[in-house]
């Protein structure tokens, strides 16, 4: 089968789509299929770029910010519109995008005007899950239960006198400690746990680098879960215990700076609420393929869903290929199938 990685992007998780893409165009390979490896940014990957990633982990680069990402995005569309390979080309798309234009439903759509089947959500699901705020009230509208939240815009016309009295709103009603977060991001990029008042307005600076919008959370005491779905089936649930107090950027992609045990030490009981809960929340955002929804569990065993990942990483360190291998599913085996079901629905929304 003839198939076409998209991978790297613009977003400020370049350099984790980078890593996923290329295992990922490995593992295909593996498993028979012609495969060609595309950078929307700078187009067809040769075998040389793809030897120089394979070598290298995830690297730990600053992000750029909003208006950086904005220009380069601006940069960029004309490559990703010239990166679409023709239907005669290619028989499936396999997306390891992330964040902007990747994530959102941008190059979904540009697939669907095409005709070709590609991987993940389709252009609703996509945008749904990239939007926090949207997100969780599907969430909430579906009887998941997700960490309360206040929504800040940065254009609103209101100035920043609303902003405080927003947040100042939510240490009052959610008390402290608080998260402050990018509403359209991922991999943590923009996020800060905020312990006193007089650190929230630097969270918030910090946050609107990212994006026009940003959530002040109540932080979720308790342990970390994570929950795969691939197609209509739950994996084994996971528990992430990271080195810092969050499961952040360097956690995430830093080979030691985590435990991820599959699957949890937790009761059976609990294990069946959480993949329940997960394809519940699955299904409220319209889901497709292979996607990854992500727990806190509190103390009193309560479970918080914090948000879902249609386009879930897939690094040597990434969650949904340690739960598929749980489940007994090799990592190539796993890439093939997340392709079958591109295939099975065609691609579509």
Not at 28 to 41: M, Y
Not at 324 to 347: E, K, N, T, W
Request: charged residues 25%; proline residues 6%.
């Amino acid at each position: 089968m003839r198939i076409t990685v998209f991978l790297g992007g613009v977003s400020s998780e370049r350099d984790v789509s980078l890593a996923s893409g290329i295992r990922i165009t490995e593992a295909l390979r593996q498993c028979g299929h012609a495969v060609v490896a595309v950078d929307p940014a700078t187009g067809p990957l040769e075998r040389s770029d793809e030897a120089a990633l394979l070598e290298r982990t995830v690297v730990k680069t600053a992000p750029p910010s909003q208006s950086e990402l904005r220009r380069m995005a601006r940069e960029a569309l004309p490559r990703l519109v010239s990166s679409i390979p023709a239907p005669a080309e290619t028989d499936v798309a396999f997306l390891a995008l992330h964040g902007g234009y990747g994530e959102d439903g941008t190059i979904q759509a540009l697939l669907d005007l095409v005709g070709i089947p590609y991987t993940g959500s389709g252009v609703l699901g996509s945008a749904l899950a990239m939007d926090k705020d949207l997100s969780k009230r599907l969430f909430r509208d579906a009887g998941v239960t997700t960490p309360d939240w206040s929504l800040l815009r940065e254009d609103d016309g209101r100035g920043s006198t609303s902003q405080a009295e927003v947040a100042e709103r939510a240490m009052s009603e959610f008390g402290l400690p608080l998260v402050v977060k990018p509403s359209k991001q991922g991999s943590t990029v923009g996020l800060s746990v905020v312990k006193d008042p007089a650190s929230m307005p630097a969270a918030i600076s910090h946050a609107f680098e990212f994006d026009d919008e940003v959530i002040v959370e109540r932080f979720i005491a308790g342990r970390e879960l994570t929950v795969g779905i691939l197609g209509t089936v739950p994996l084994p649930v996971g528990e992430i215990i990271p080195m810092h107090e969050i499961y952040d950027y360097e956690c995430k992609y830093t080979p030691g700076m985590v435990v991820e045990e599959f699957p949890a030490r937790i009761d059976g009981e609990t294990a069946l609420r959480a993949q329940e809960l997960a394809s519940r929340g699955f299904e409220a955002l319209k889901l497709r393929g292979c996607a990854r929804l992500d727990f806190r569990m509190s103390d009193d065993g309560e479970l918080f869903c914090l948000e879902a990942n249609t386009l879930p990483g897939m690094t040597q360190t990434s969650l949904v290929p340690q739960g598929a291998a749980a489940a007994g599913i090799s990592f190539p085996a796993l890439c093939d199938q997340i392709v079958q079901l591109a295939l099975a629905r065609g691609g579509t929304t």
